[in-house]
């Protein structure tokens, strides 16, 4: 099992950039696949970004293709999330969480999740 923290969050404008960090502990990543997603009150939790443990294989929600990128850094043991040109819609809850290898976009094929960072996007 990996412990997760993320990191990053905090109250920003439309049109602002934030990144996210998730630093992992317990055992390394470099054999995990990782995935970002978020939940917004009310609403079910859902898939934001992922990308495979070498990094060469990437995904994207279509409402984030474009302004959000993920990467790692293995030797640090830390996955990011990039966020550009925020907008209010994007107001949720991130959880970065890992699985084995092969980057997936359903929730429930992560095993490992941590405690989710609050990014809020003000219009």
């Known amino acids: 099992q990996v412990q997760l923290v993320e990191s990053g969050g905090g109250l920003v404008q439309a049109g602002d950039s934030l990144r996210l960090s998730c630093a992992a502990s317990g055992r390394t990543l470099s054999t995990y696949a990782m995935g970002w997603f978020r939940q917004a009150p009310g609403k079910e939790r859902e898939f934001v970004a992922a990308l495979s443990w070498s990094g060469g294989s990437t995904l994207y929600a279509d409402s984030v293709k474009g302004r959000f990128t993920v990467s790692r850094d293995n030797a640090k043991n830390t996955v990011y999330l990039q966020m550009n040109s925020l907008k209010p819609e994007d107001t949720a809850v991130y959880y970065c969480?890992?699985?084995?290898?092969?980057?997936?976009?359903?929730?429930?094929?992560?095993?490992?999740w941590g405690q989710g960072t609050q990014v809020t996007v003000s219009s």
């Open positions: 969480a890992a699985r084995p290898m092969v980057p997936m976009v359903q929730s429930t094929e992560y095993d490992d």
